[in-house]
């Protein structure tokens, strides 16, 4: 451990930062606190929104944020688009009016395993109305399926370190446009630990706002490195190797992938549970030393997920697959 006002913490700090950008090709700035993704989610609401914003949901994370949004005194414009299904541009049409200050909306939805295409959204957003901040939450999608963050140029771009970073959860990180630090100027009531004015000023100079995980920065430092050696490409193909290998297996071997065609999470694969007797099936597993997860919200009944992402390989979920085989074969 280090103190995080030291120069050696600022080295840290700063080499984090540089990778991070190197590793997702952007030239933005990458902010950093303590906590889960949920920091920053509240934080761009508070920074970026006076009143009103317009939230796209396709599942229980697209809800939170929301909730998130309304909790913090802002009106909100809802989109509900069908659980399973992906967000697309023709969902907003006509929905981005001149007094809608944000757009947000979930990258890659775990609830239903639905990966949508953000630079759609973003562009319709755009034609509509200019000046309306996009903000998307990119917790199970950021550094294992590309955003293509130059493109897309969002305002804010949330994630965390303990999804496809691989790592014990506690930093929130925000790739932040100039545009959102802008509004923030003219937004009252930011609150201290979300306001972004705040942490930009301390960030500029290699700092956390206040004490951030420091033995965790040095594993994000570490892992960091690793990324790079493996190379984004490399990375971003892994992670859809080893969603196809599982929707391909639950096609055969159970009741197939819960998501419709085209827009399925290489990083979360929702399986459809059909008759399958979960609570059992997983005790099985547990007890051979794997776990995976029930369904999550409106569909928790119905479906089952495998995380496929960070440091998991084909093998592994290859080897996973071969041992629900035989708990399936075992129940036959």
Known sequence: MITHRSKEYKALHQAVEEKMKKALETDMDILMVGGSASVFLEGMIRNGVKEKTLGITNGSFGDRS?????????????VQVGWGKAIRAEHIKGKVKKDIEAVHWVSNESSTGVFSDS????????SQNPNALVFIDAVTSAFAMDLKLKKLDAD???????????????????????????????????????DL????????ENYALTTIPVSLMFALDFQLDR???????ARYRRHKEMGDIV?????????????????????????????LDFAKFHSALKSRGYEISEGYGNIKDKTFRIGNMGDTTPAGVKKLLSVMDEILEEKA
Do not use: C, H
Not at 159 to 171: D, S
Not at 198 to 203: F, H, L, S, T
Not at 256 to 270: A, D
């Open 227 to 233: 990324i790079l050696a493996e190379g984004m490409q």
């Open 156 to 194: 804010a771009v949330v994630f965390g370190t303990q999804k496809a970073l691989a790592l014990p959860p506690g930093i929130s990180m925000m790739v932040m446009s100039e545009k959102l630090l802008k509004k923030a100027e003219t937004v009252p009531n930011r609150g201290f630990y979300t």
């Open 197 to 204: 004015i705040k942490v930009k000023k301390q960030n500029d």
């Open 66 to 78: 929301i909730e998130i949004a309304e909790l913090n005194g802002k009106t909100v414009d809802k």
């Open 247 to 275: 929707e391909k297996w639950a096609d055969k071997k159970l009741y197939g992938i819960f998501p419709e065609k085209g827009y399925r999470s290489n990083t979360i694969s929702v399986l459809n549970k059909g008759e």
């Open 119 to 126: 630079n759609e959204i973003a562009d319709e957003v755009r």
